[in-house]
């Protein structure tokens, strides 16, 4: 017991050592269950196509069934609502697809996670069978092609914002 106690104190001494010394640590690796794909779905209460859209994009992530392909909503109904709604555009990065499209309601936006690449869009004209279909190219799409080379698999996105 007292071993197993000395022991563990020296592996805390050597690292504090390290970050003492201002060695840098090595970054663990990232997750494999980390998102590849997110689908950035811009909703708000008020919007009738989402009222259509939204339902058919969680059945086609239900569909897709998985990990690599995560989801954040930005909920526009109000200042309330969108400011909460921030912090997940920040924390998964695509910042650069909410600016572009952030003043669109019934629209999902598939995005790189690696290079904020928009992949492609879903709007309530798609069946929740031709959006999962889309997320799966996505995703294959990541996989596939090197960030910066992915492009959108057809034009389906509005034009963006220009104003940002």
Partial sequence: MAAARAKRRGAVG???????????????????????????????????????????????????????????????????TWTASNQAVVDAGVDRVHNLYVTYTGLTVLTAADSGEPLGCLTRAQSDIAMAE?????????????AGRRGPLRPTCPPPRTDR
């Fill in 14 to 80: 050597v690292v504090a050592s390290a970050i003492l010394a201002g060695a840098a640590l090595a970054q663990p690796a990232p997750s494999p269950r980390a998102p590849s794909v997110y689908a950035v779905v811009f909703t708000a209460q008020w919007c009738p196509n989402c009222r259509i859209a939204d339902p058919a994009v969680r059945r086609a992530v239900g569909y897709v069934n998985n990990p690599a392909l995560g989801t954040v909503w930005v909920d526009l109904t109000s200042e309330r």
């Fill in 134 to 146: 889309a997320m799966r190219a996505a995703l294959e799409r990541v996989r596939t092609f090197p």
